[in-house]
């Protein structure tokens, strides 16, 4: 499965790659991109495409769990997690090859979100899909 982050802040949307460790945990990976909210689900969803297509497995689990936000926070240029998801909507998106599912997130404690699959959506890997279900 690959899979790929989210987060709406403002008028930004931050779109993260994801590399998962070996011991499943998810790290934020190249490609990482920011598009202007306003921007045509086309545009949208074609972004995610390429961050979905880039995912990875294998990546070494960091020393440092700190390093988990670092990359996210350095490319967005927010100084705290804290900062960082205050008043943003975050979504998980996977594919599995044939679907995609794009599953929001709660904010949680901690700045933290949970998946709230009961809101979860599929489409097939088509950029104005996805995009539209982001733009919801």
């Not at 499965?1 to 008028?11: F, K, L, P, S, T």
């Not at 460790?21 to 598009?35: C, D, Y």
């Not at 998106?93 to 679907?99: L, S």
Request: with cysteine; proline share 6%; charged share 20%.
């Amino acid at each position: 499965m690959q899979a790929c982050d989210v987060y709406m802040r403002g008028d930004t949307i931050y779109i993260f790659s994801s590399a998962e460790t070996h011991n499943g945990l998810r790290l934020a990976s190249e490609p990482m991109l920011k598009l202007d909210a306003h921007s045509p689900p086309q545009t949208i969803g074609a972004a995610i495409i390429r961050a979905l297509e880039a995912a990875q497995s294998g990546a070494p689990a960091p020393n440092d769990m700190r390093a988990i936000t670092h990359g996210i926070l350095k490319f967005a240029r927010v100084k705290s997690w804290k900062a960082f998801v205050m008043g943003a909507r975050y979504f998980f998106i996977a594919w599995d090859g044939a679907r995609v599912e794009i599953i929001p997130g709660v904010p949680a404690k901690g700045g933290a979100f949970l998946h709230d699959p009961t809101r979860t959506a599929h489409c097939a890997l088509d950029a104005a899909a996805i995009g539209k279900i982001i733009l919801r």
